[in-house]
């Protein structure tokens, strides 16, 4: 008879880590991806990403780095922000300031080249709208080109990629 309960035990056991898994790969595929470091979850690389869109900081084009003591989570990843305020902007509105394609890198989208995760170092505010670039030279190419052109290109990459998920 122990033997018999112990049997069921680990069947039950199994069961439910069989069904936990399920319910963790399922979740995974339905959010989107965001940017993010693997082992911190931190998106774009800590930086404020409300901070992005003040006069000062588009004029200097200089990231604000966040502090751990404003954060914020926010589909699956970790958000860093330089005060309170900002802190509670985003969380108010994440989609106004978290950055177009949750931080990926909008070159690479725009060139068809699929995802490639951003540190926030090299951004830009385009149309009201914050894109994050995974190196300078992706940055200055939408600066010196057809912005909204790349743009159309990018989204339609993104679908894509989010239909796949």
Not at 60 to 68: E, L, P, R, T, V
Not at 118 to 145: E, V
């Amino acid at each position: 008879m122990s033997e018999e309960r112990t049997l069921q035990s680990h069947l039950t056991g199994n069961a439910i880590i069989l069904i936990l898994l399920m319910i963790i790969s399922f979740n995974l595929r339905a959010t989107e991806p965001v940017s993010k470091n693997f082992l911190t979850g931190l998106a774009i690389g800590g930086h404020d990403s409300v901070a992005y869109h003040r006069p000062d900081s588009i004029a200097s084009n200089k990231a604000i780095q966040g502090n751990k003591t404003w954060k914020a989570e926010w589909k699956g990843a970790s958000w860093l922000f330089s005060s309170k305020s900002d802190r509670d902007l985003f969380a108010a509105n994440p989609e106004k300031y978290s950055p177009a394609y949750n931080g990926f890198c909008a070159n690479a989208l725009s060139l068809d080249e699929g995802l490639f995760k951003t540190d926030g170092r090299h951004w830009q505010i385009f149309g009201n709208r914050l894109y994050s670039f995974y190196a300078a030279r992706g940055r200055q190419r939408w600066l010196a080109g057809d912005y909204e052109e790349y743009k159309a290109v990018a989204d339609a990459a993104w679908e894509k990629i989010i239909a796949e998920k």
